[in-house]
């Protein structure tokens, strides 16, 4: 029985904000303990050998095109045979984000537009209930005069 409650406590302190850990004097690293890569990692991958990467990569004929409008080169003569992944992940980012900042723009100028066609909407006494009441209206005497037409 007390093998449980031992562990009910070990969930309790894990659990635990860390402001409240802080107070009864437990290291602050601990508390960090997902930011800070602990110490028997770090020394199980020697630093004398670098991790290992292709050298280099032929990119495609894409990839070329993203090189070049994300300005790492002028021109498609330019670009070497082999290009780092580096370079290319690089290139598709700032792609990424200039595409974001379109979109972004669009929405705002489509936003724009919306709020200046229901100002001109407003002006014409024109509503979305005005004109559903207007079709409703045609149906029912559509409906009418093809009940009527039929003997």
Known sequence: MWGRADRAVK??????????????????????????????????????????RVPGHKPTDWEKRFLLWAGHFKKPEDIPETV????????????????????????ILGCIVMVIQGKQAVKRHQSLTSINLEKKAQWREEATQSTSAKP
Do not use: H, W
């Open 11 to 52: 969930l309790l302190r894990r659990n635990t904000p860390s402001i409240l850990r802080m107070t009864k004097g437990v290291d602050p690293k601990i508390s960090r303990r997902l930011c800070v890569k602990p110490q028997e990692e770090s020394q199980l991958q020697p630093r004398s050998q670098p991790p290992l």
């Open 84 to 107: 780092s992944i580096e370079t290319i992940r690089a290139a598709k980012t700032t792609l990424r984000v200039r595409f974001s900042y379109v979109m972004i723009a669009l929405t």
